[in-house]
């Protein structure tokens, strides 16, 4: 039997040939691919994830581990579509406009996916009428915005007042260096995280 105990090991190690084996012999055993999932790459994700919350570990580690994800869920999606397993949520996440900074976004991102999101990553520099375009099209349920500059905060609150506008049902979350509670609660936003590990649990939180 496939160990998925050693898959999640190996996924918090971030040891990505592990990985990949152990997905690729689970499935050949006929294991149900939403099995190998949540009980070996998000069980692994969420071990991370609560680390780098208490600072045991860094970006880094939380990297390497969600780089052997990657490679592993590149084996199981095909299969997960198959069997026509779900996404816990669909989420779009970009950094607002003017701003180039993207190593805490690709965190969220990486995160999100680890515990079973599907997520679409706009990139740096998005317009709030792409993020608005882009949530319509996808059906996302959350819509997550990035800044580092203090001088592109206010692109946020433009950007949740045009999805507001669209009359999409929306949740957005907001997070970066400069953004705080007070800012996200002036500017209407439905939740803020202070790091990648809360952007989980406030994502999961806004889908209830």
Do not use: C, W
């Not at 012999?25 to 939403?34: D, F, K, N, Y």
């Not at 969420?46 to 084996?75: D, H, Q, S, T, W």
């Not at 095909?78 to 779009?92: C, I, R, S, T, Y």
Request: aromatic share 2%.
């Amino acid at each position: 039997m496939a160990d998925l105990k050693a898959l999640s090991e190996a996924i918090i190690e971030g040891d990505q040939s592990t990985a990949v084996a152990v997905t690729k012999s689970a499935l050949a055993e006929g294991m149900a691919p939403e099995t190998i999932l949540g009980e070996g790459l998000i069980a692994g994700m969420n071990v991370i994830g609560k680390r780098f919350k208490a600072n045991e570990v860094y970006i880094p580690e939380v990297l390497i581990a969600a780089r052997a994800m990657k490679m592993a869920m590149e084996v199981l999606e095909p299969k997960l579509v198959e069997a026509g397993v779900q996404p816990m949520g669909k989420a779009v996440m970009g950094t607002v406009q003017g701003d180039l900074h993207d190593i805490g976004k690709n965190l969220v991102v990486m995160m999100l996916k680890g515990a079973g999101f599907e997520v679409v990553d706009m990139g740096v520099d998005v317009s709030p009428a792409d993020f608005v375009a882009r949530a319509k099209e996808t059906g996302a349920q959350v819509v997550g915005l990035s800044a580092l500059l203090t001088t592109t905060m206010p692109a946020m609150e433009k950007t949740i007042q045009a999805i507001r506008e669209s009359g999409l049902g929306t949740k957005v979350m907001v997070g970066g260096a400069p953004v705080t509670q007070n800012f996200a609660d002036k500017i209407g936003a439905d939740g803020y995280a202070p790091d990648a590990a809360s952007a989980v649990d406030l994502a999961k939180s806004l889908l209830n």
